[in-house]
T-cell receptor, first 112, second 113 residues
Framework: GESVGLHLPTLSVQEGDNSIINCAYS??????FIWYKQESGKGPQFIID?????DKRQGQRVTVLLNKTVKHLSLQIAATQPGDSAVYFCAENGGSNYKLTFGKGTLLTVNP | GAGVSQSPSNKVTEKGKDVELRCDPISGHTALYWYRQSLGQGLEFLIY????????KSGLPSDRFSAERTGGSVSTLTIQRTQQEDSAVYLC???????????FGSGTRLTVV
């Protein structure tokens, strides 16, 4: 899994499988978390966010889980598709209302 | 505009030259941010604008880096006397007011040779 500050991990899955990307955060003041997807040559694209008053939030094919006790965030992608191949970043706000701190990302590769 | 626009998309410059990177945020977004992304790394915060003022410029790596924003819209990031370690992708993002969710541009890839 990923931790804000560690080297870039990779995850390789088969098309159609579910993917889980993990992120550990360290700032207990963080109350807002976001997952971004970055494809090669593009800027990060917002996927889903969650506030600290929630444990789970679902979007289209994606679910974010937040465990504040152990400071852990995960992104679940259902029925992973080749178009999901990208680097995924988690970000936390550290209690700020403007600045985000990003992890170094997880490279997801989807094999057809 | 429809999204955050950055120019140029790629810039190759010689060491010691000055460069200017431009960001056009989404129309109406009052908050604007610059981040830097080095190869295989996460995003490093550089500076935050609210309107034309920069209440947080704590991420600028040295006094060779400066940024301004005019008319509450376009922002320019200037790097003077570029060094090889300045090579990176410079990303701009904007958001309405102080909302946490950003919209990023595609970035400017700067290569200092």
């Amino acid at each position: 899994g990923e931790s804000v500050g560690l080297h870039l991990p990779t995850l390789s899955v088969q098309e159609g499988d579910n993917s889980i990307i993990n992120c550990a955060y360290s700032n207990s003041a963080s109350d807002y978390f976001i997952w971004y997807k970055q494809e090669s040559g593009k800027g990060p694209q917002f996927i889903i966010d969650i506030r600290s008053n929630m444990d789970k939030r679902q979007g289209q094919r994606v679910t974010v889980l937040l465990n504040k006790t152990v400071k852990h965030l995960s992104l679940q992608i259902a029925a992973t598709q080749p178009g999901d191949s990208a680097v995924y970043f988690c970000a936390e706000n550290g209690g700020s209302n403007y600045k985000l701190t990003f992890g170094k990302g997880t490279l997801l590769t989807v094999n057809p | 505009g429809a999204g955050v626009s950055q120019s140029p998309s790629n810039k190759v410059t010689e060491k010691g030259k000055d460069v200017e990177l431009r960001c056009d945020p989404i129309s109406g977004h009052t908050a604007l941010y610059w981040y830097r992304q080095s190869l295989g790394q996460g995003l490093e915060f550089l500076i935050y604008f609210q309107g034309n003022s920069a209440p947080d410029k704590s991420g600028l790596p040295s006094d060779r880096f400066s940024a301004e924003r005019t008319g509450g819209s376009v922002s320019t990031l200037t790097i003077q006397r570029t060094q090889q370690e300045d090579s990176a992708v410079y990303l701009c993002a904007s958001s309405p007011e102080k909302e946490d969710g950003y919209t990023f541009g595609s970035g400017t890839r700067l290569t200092v040779v």
